[in-house]
């Protein structure tokens, strides 16, 4: 059983900038993919950004431009940056993963940007 643990999140001022992590515990057959979503209230969860085995990398079209991610740690761990924060990049945030067949999500960090 995958478990993820993430960090960073907050209060963030617009035009800032924020940093999400995350590790995936108890990897046995390797993640396929390693990524973020978003959820704004009353909207549907959203891709922000995922990283494929070979660094395929899928990001969504309203942050494009705006990010760096990276998987590191034998592929268990991922990071987020996302620059030039907007009032609408609040949400809360969830990693995701992929193994052996099932989707594993995390808690969710909650990002609040303020104009």
């Known amino acids: 059983q995958v478990q993820l643990v993430e960090s960073g999140g907050g209060s963030v001022q617009a035009g800032g900038s924020l940093k999400l992590s995350c590790v995936a515990n108890?990897?046995?057959?390797?993640?396929?993919?390693i990524g973020w979503y978003r959820q704004a209230p009353g909207k549907q969860r959203e891709l922000v950004a995922t990283v494929g085995r070979g660094s395929y990398t899928s990001v969504g079209d309203s942050v494009k431009g705006r990010l760096t991610i990276s998987r590191g740690n034998a592929g268990n761990r991922v990071d987020l940056q996302l620059n030039s924060l907007k009032p609408e990049d609040t949400a809360v945030y969830y990693c995701y993963t992929h193994e052996n067949s099932r989707d594993y999500w995390g808690r969710g960090t909650q990002v609040t940007v303020s104009s």
């Open positions: 108890g990897v046995i057959f390797g993640l396929t993919t």
